[in-house]
């Protein structure tokens, strides 16, 4: 490939006033597990994202999420070696820069960007539902006011938030388990409905869900666990991020896998019949399998989830970034501004920047942003695989970290799998990703490539190279 980066330590000579600053690394596996778990969100994910799958797939929504974690093992591998290669705040964008190239990472840093703007809002604005029982609120303005907790409580320092998301964590995590016990003992139909392929059409009439619409499916699938990949950008504040990257990551997808997957298996056979599923009304389900009290505590306990969901997406995204503006990705007054750490040692222009964005896209209409994001997700895990299968030449070779098993096989088999999940989306969101990959595109012609010696400088600060 051309316009490839040298590798990490000679990207940029350094002086003692132009190294680039560096986050500081004060958490360990729990701590970091407990932040990426609270991105993945388990609650807020099974609340808010998989009822649109019970609207589109009925039974075939558990095979569908079952297939899209075996598929992320694949990722969590890619994302576990290339992370403690290059442990970096900018996370997929400083991994696949290194190893494919400058413009590779600059396209993947605008996909993640897409998706870690769009998704809390998004996330955000399902708290009014929620809420309900005990207070009726406007969804535009509940989320919004999620956001701007959510900033404010991403301005702390990292250790703080790790015990606060830790709290709520616990809570959504009793609440999914409230759920599929009550599910469960209330079982309508057998095991085999999981495979059953059956979702409710108009009127009384069943209809087939095909083998296309659970590829198409697979999309959102990847993105219900995606959050695992928050690891790979608190790698610059995990202690010893050589090891503890791969624990956190693989530690992550396995646990919010159980979380997610075990309690939609049984609202699929709690459910009193197809329609109900297909309605996705999680918290109707759980009032008539118990009470309205249960139902109450459930719906609290998703709300704490959303509010902590949205505290660990302002974190990560405050820190991809704050380290792309240390990568000198934008005009310098800028770079200057989004670059600066605050008392706590966060990076709080970064974090303001995101977060106020966040709350104003709580009033604009995304109905049709959850394909978009999907498509991101896809394309970016895509990139992240070619960078895995680039990651053992060079000076790479022999460099110490966690290597995944199964490569080249596994990287090959997800590049191969990940670009059919693409060709089967809806064109509409194709064409919107390709859009916006267009204009990014031409940034970096225009921009960026013409001061390659000045701008996108991908590197690592030198006090994680250990």
């Known amino acids: 490939m051309t316009d490839m980066l040298r590798p990490a330590e000679t990207a940029v000579p350094k002086t003692a006033d132009s190294s680039p600053k560096a986050l500081k690394r004060s958490i360990g596996v729990v701590g970091g597990t407990l932040l990426t778990l609270s991105c993945v969100t388990p609650a807020s994910t099974l609340f808010v994202v998989v ?8 039974t075939a929504t558990a095979l569908t999420i079952a297939i899209g974690s075996l598929l992320c093992i ?26 494919a190239g400058r413009l590779a990472g600059w396209l993947v840093f605008v996909l993640s960007l897409l998706v870690v703007m769009i998704v809390p809002p998004v996330i955000a604005m399902g708290t009014a539902d929620y809420l309900a029982p005990v207070v009726h609120l406007d969804p535009a303005i509940a989320g919004a006011g999620v956001m701007l907790l959510a900033t404010l409580a991403g301005l702390l320092d990292l250790r703080a938030n790790a015990w606060i998301t830790g709290i709520f964590l616990v809570l959504e995590v009793i ?56 690891a790979v950008y608190l790698s610059e504040e995990l202690e010893h991020p050589r090891r503890n990257v791969a624990r956190t990551v693989l530690a992550t997808l396995a646990i919010s896998t159980v979380i997610i997957l075990v309690p939609v298996v049984a609202i699929t056979m709690g459910a009193s019949d197809l329609s109900t599923l297909t309605g ?13 009290a249960v139902g109450t505590f459930v719906s609290l306990c998703v709300a704490l989830a959303i509010i902590n969901a949205g505290i660990v ?4 995204n405050s820190r991809v970034l704050f380290a792309s503006a240390r990568d000198k ?22 974090t303001l920047a995101v977060g106020v964005p966040g709350a104003l896209l709580c009033f604009v209409n995304l109905d049709t942003l959850y394909g978009v994001t999907g498509v991101s997700v896809t394309g970016m895990y895509l990139l992240v695989a070619v960078a895995a299968l680039l990651s053992r030449r060079g000076s790479h070779k022999h460099t110490p970290a966690w290597r995944m098993p199964l490569w080249p096989a596994m990287p090959i088999l997800l590049i191969a799998v990940l670009a059919y999940i693409l060709s089967q989306q809806e064109t509409s969101y194709l064409l919107w990703t390709g859009g916006i990959t267009a204009v990014a595109t031409l940034y970096w012609a225009f921009y960026l490539r013409p001061r390659k010696d000045t701008r996108w400088l991908v590197s690592l600060p030198e006090d994680q190279r250990t």
């Open 51 to 58: 009822p649109d799958l019970f609207g589109s797939l009925g």
């Open 74 to 99: 694949a990722v969590a591998f890619c994302y576990s070696e290339l992370g403690t290669l290059i442990p970096s705040a900018g996370g997929e964008y400083a991994m696949v820069s290194t190893m």
């Open 175 to 230: 609440a999914a388990a409230v759920v599929a016990v009550l599910g469960f003992a209330h079982s309508q139909r057998g095991a085999g409905s999981l495979v059953s392929m059956q979702v409710a059409g108009s009127g009384h009439h069943t209809d087939t869900v095909t083998a296309m619409m659970v590829v198409s499916g697979l999309a959102i699938a990847l993105f219900v666990t995606q959050g695992f990949s928050t």
């Open 280 to 292: 996705g009304d999680i918290s109707s389900m759980v009032t008539a399998w118990s009470n309205s």
């Open 313 to 316: 997406m302002v974190i990560q």
């Open 329 to 350: 990705a934008w005009p310098e007054p800028v770079n200057n501004v989004f670059a600066k750490l605050g008392r706590f040692g966060s990076p709080w222009v970064a």
